[in-house]
């Protein structure tokens, strides 16, 4: 039973270009929900998906979008990357339930130059 | 505000206990969770308690909660080296749809 996967673990981008990361949420699952993961600190949340809507967000610009297709799946996209935007992403999946614990991957660390 | 605070570090011996503490905001939160994040993975899930719940033992893990002072802390008996890693409190909110989390603690065995 294959857990959370997201695509690609290393990223490396310039300032100013734009950067779209993937996630599969673990078999069952039907939410998934986005953090960034700053060095040194805890993770921070972006959105989450369900239904392919946008459910919930945190304190991110719009730069920051996501999509949610039929089968789960989702994508995080930022635009405009800053160099603060440096970090790991880590997507989290869970059941469509109020408090089901999260499920992570191992992120994508994203490096931008 | 929505800020959980944990320490930022504890050391330890092999064999000793470990107490991570927690203060979180929300008085409305429902569930409480430990996470646990080691060197280049995502983090995984440790154990949670409802917060009707003073107390949660599983195993070695020791989940003790203090509702009117929302303080949260995480008990390791008999800690390994192995249980070196970070780990994160953190609670529900908005109705149990968004997990918030600390900063983490970053826990240091010393065999």
């Known amino acids: 039973d294959a857990g959370v996967t997201q695509s690609p673990t290393h990223l490396i981008k310039t300032r100013g270009q734009q950067v779209t990361l993937r996630c599969s949420p673990k078999?069952?699952?039907?939410?998934v929900s986005w953090y960034q993961q700053a060095l040194g600190q805890g993770p921070q949340f972006i959105f989450q998906y369900y239904e392919e809507e946008e459910r919930q967000r945190g304190n991110f610009p719009d730069r920051f979008s996501g999509h949610q297709f039929p089968n789960y799946s989702s994508e995080l996209n930022v635009n405009a990357l800053l160099l603060g935007d440096s970090a790991l992403y880590l997507c989290?999946?869970?059941?469509?339930?109020?408090?089901?614990?999260?499920?992570f991957g191992n992120g994508t660390r994203l490096t931008v130059t | 505000g929505e800020d959980v605070e944990q320490s930022l570090f504890l050391s330890v011996r092999e064999g000793d206990s470990s107490v991570i503490n927690c203060t979180y905001t929300?008085?409305?939160?429902?569930?409480l969770y430990w996470y646990k994040q080691e060197p280049g993975a995502g983090l995984q899930l440790l154990t949670y308690?409802?917060?009707?719940?003073d107390m949660k033992q599983d195993q070695r893990l020791t989940v003790l909660l203090n509702k009117k002072d929302k303080h949260l802390s995480l008990r390791i008996a008999d800690t390994q080296t192995g249980d070196s890693a970070i780990y994160f409190c953190a609670e529900s909110q908005d109705g149990g749809f968004k997990t918030i989390f600390g900063a983490g603690t970053r826990l240091f065995v010393k065999a």
């Open positions: 989290a999946s869970s059941e469509n339930s109020r408090n089901s614990p999260l499920h």
């Open positions: 078999s069952g699952h039907d939410t």
């Open positions: 308690i409802f917060s009707n719940m």
């Open positions: 929300d008085s409305s939160s429902t569930y």
